[in-house]
């Protein structure tokens, strides 16, 4: 398989679990196919706790579907989610490199090809942990270049609570009466299911002062929708 040219500079690409339709999702080979595309802005992943307090990236509570073994991730410990190899786009299981990743070595990736991390909070989180989290990437002097998103409005109001000027981002699968008022309140920009955009919800969220992302435009025919209505990000498996 290979990646469909956008071709479009006025928008900004963000590799969904790094550039997944080439290699596994949310693994460091999937962070650095994103890497090296020129026209690639931002790589995205997900992040969840293990069972004893440290961090993974991965999507899934659990292993199943990538993985085989039915590992739950916030009931396993970190030793035991690294030492698993992870299936390969064929289903079958796959190379050694192709485990969880660290935050820091996803950081790491994004650093070296001067990509921004697009990073999102899965599950509920304890205000500690979105602290402890955000502290990796100080540590790891990438702060200045990172978005936080996440489907779960408490994560981002923690991160509000400490942080209240780095970039974020309300994740939606529709739109909602009330949420541009919150996403004002707290300076929250949009992340959107992109079959849920409208061009006069871009336009009314741009007059509020705010950035529109969507998620998942795989086709060329949808990322020519979603940039007549003005978006300012489009997330993708496959676009470069």
């Known amino acids: ?3 469909i040219k956008l071709g479009d500079k006025q928008v900004k690409l963000v590799a969904h679990r790094g550039l997944s339709a080439l290699e596994k999702e949310n693994t460091c080979s999937a962070f650095v ?4 595309r020129e026209s690639i802005f931002g790589i995205e992943t ?3 706790r293990t069972k004893d307090g440290q961090f993974v990236l991965f999507h899934d509570d659990n292993t199943q579907r990538v993985g ?12 035991t989610l690294r030492s698993l190899r992870l299936t390969d786009l064929d289903g079958k299981r796959g190379r050694a490199d192709l485990i969880m990743p660290t935050v820091e070595e996803y ?8 990509k921004t991390c697009v990073f999102e909070f899965k599950n509920p989180m304890a205000e500690e942990d979105i602290v402890r989290l955000v502290e990796i990437f100080r540590r790891e002097d990438y702060l200045d270049h990172v978005i936080f998103i996440s489907f779960q409005p408490q994560n981002l109001l923690f991160l509000r609570q400490h942080y209240p000027e780095l970039p974020a981002q309300i994740l939606l699968e529709k739109w909602v009466d009330g949420a541009l008022e919150q996403m004002v309140k707290y300076r929250l920009d949009l992340d959107i299911d992109h079959r849920a955009l409208t061009k006069e919800l871009v336009e009314e969220v741009h007059k509020a002062g705010l950035l529109v992302n969507c ?3 795989n086709t060329l025919e949808d990322a020519h929708k979603v940039l007549e209505m003005g978006v300012d990000f489009i997330t993708t498996n496959i676009l470069e």
């Open 33 to 36: 196919a994103a890497g090296n």
């Open 215 to 217: 998620w998942t435009v």
């Open 1 to 3: 398989m290979t990646t």
């Open 46 to 48: 997900d992040v969840h």
């Open 68 to 79: 085989l073994d039915h590992l739950v991730l916030e009931e396993s410990t970190f030793e």
């Open 107 to 114: 950081i790491g990736i994004c650093k070296r090809y001067e």
